[in-house]
């Protein structure tokens, strides 16, 4: 006689993924405005859809490239126009919606995987010098080259963007391995703050999907971009003085305890 069939899972339901997802959120502290209250909420929606049909974290990171570099294929190769900006717009706020759910759907599944992380963060540091460079291409195909000095702007931010995606993930990746090596317990999460979450705007990724919209119309974007640009190169300057201070003070536990080697 055959061994009863076992019961099959129960179904996977959308509002009841939502729910779980609404406790499982990484702290907003530090985050900007669009990230915060917009991009997240949309985020957790997209990673409910996707535990519900049987996605992966991986594959939902899949589908965020997919649009992202969509999006970024279009800015370096049609003529700027207005329907333009619509479609990169939109290309780019879905490729970063995608972005907020892998982590979200990593979590909701049980937690994510250390190869996950890595790919995540891989994706990140493509996409992230890839825009600009995408923005570079275009305004020497398409631009007005007597003002050929404008092409130094999506330069200075490929530059200023990749300092500041890496400086941040060396950063955390530094106190992990700190707080590992030494058992010191992690600082608790502080209250995120909606007034910093605004003044750090001009460094918010999702600003700069939005403002695509107005790529078909270069004597608004260009100045738009340039000044997003400037944000973003005061942000990270003030940043890596505090970021240094932050890691060179996980020294000072080491250097405290180490015993002086007599002459």
């Known amino acids: ?6 019961p099959a899972p129960p179904p996977r ?14 702290s907003a502290k530090g985050a ?15 990673a409910a859809a996707s535990y519900v049909v049987g996605l992966t974290p991986n594959q939902v990171t899949a589908i965020s490239a997919a649009f992202t570099f969509t999006g970024i294929a279009l800015i370096a190769l049609v003529d700027p126009a207005p329907w333009l900006g619509a479609a990169v717009c939109l290309a780019l706020v879905v490729g970063y919606a995608f972005d907020a759910a892998d982590g979200q759907l990593a979590r909701l599944r ?26 570079l291409v275009s305004w020497y195909r398409f631009g007005d080259l007597d003002r050929a000095a404008y ?8 530059v200023v963007a990749a300092v500041m995606f890496f400086g941040m993930i060396l950063k955390d990746l530094l106190a992990r391995a700190h707080r590992a090596a030494t058992g010191a317990p992690a600082p608790p999460a502080a209250a995120p703050s909606t007034l910093r979450s605004l003044l750090v705007i001009p460094t918010d990724y999702g600003l700069l999907c939005v403002a ?26 003030a940043a890596s003085v505090k970021w240094f201070r932050e890691v060179g003070a996980l020294d ?3 250097s405290a305890d180490r015993v002086p080697v007599p002459r």
């Open 1 to 6: 006689m055959s061994a009863p069939a076992a």
């Open 13 to 26: 339901r959308f509002s009841a993924a939502l729910t779980r997802l609404a406790s499982a959120q990484k």
């Open 32 to 46: 900007p405005a669009y990230s915060r209250f917009v991009n997240r909420k949309l985020g957790r929606l997209l």
């Open 110 to 135: 049980g937690g994510g995987s250390k190869s996950g992380e890595y790919l995540d963060h891989m994706v990140d540091s493509a996409k992230i010098s890839a825009l600009h460079l995408a923005v």
């Open 151 to 158: 092409l130094l702007v999506p330069v200075g931010f490929t």
């Open 212 to 237: 695509f919209l107005l790529i078909g119309l270069p004597a608004v974007f260009q100045p738009l971009y340039g000044l997003i640009f400037l944000g973003n190169l005061l942000f990270l300057m």
């Open 252 to 254: 000072a536990p080491a």
